[in-house]
């Protein structure tokens, strides 16, 4: 397992943009594929964007496309989630995660490493 540490996260205008970053532990992080995910108050968690291990495939829920970006250094063991124009909606706790399997982080579901969530909050 990789340990992950997200950062980046505020306050912000709607309309306004955050880049939240996910800093991970270890030698192995290139052979994760990752994800970010978010949990909005007295919601279940979802699934907002995936990257794969070659920096080649990405993936975006219908919500955030067009308006996010997911990206990852791996010389720098760090992924990446740019947010543009973001709305109220978009409030909830954003969380990186990390597995081999894209599968797996695309689904959701069986996910092997998890940071402790960065709060994003978006004003009207």
């Known amino acids: 397992q990789v340990q992950l540490v997200e950062s980046g996260g505020g306050l912000v205008q709607a309309g306004g943009s955050l880049r939240l970053s996910c800093a991970a532990s270890?030698?192995?992080?290139?052979?994760?594929?990752m994800g970010w995910f978010r949990q909005a108050p007295g919601k279940d968690r979802e699934f907002v964007a995936a990257?794969?291990?070659?920096?080649?495939?990405?993936y975006y829920a219908d919500s955030v496309k067009g308006r996010f970006t997911i990206s990852r250094d791996n010389a720098k063991n760090t992924v990446y989630l740019q947010m543009n124009s973001l709305k109220p909606e978009d409030t909830a706790v954003y969380y990186c995660?990390?597995?081999?399997?894209?599968?797996?982080?695309?689904?959701?579901?069986?996910?092997?490493?998890w940071g402790q969530g960065t709060q994003v909050t978006v004003s009207s």
């Open positions: 995660a990390g597995d081999r399997s894209l599968l797996l982080v695309r689904a959701g579901n069986g996910i092997s490493s």
């Open positions: 270890g030698r192995t992080f290139s052979t994760y594929a």
């Open positions: 990257i794969s291990r070659s920096v080649g495939s990405t």
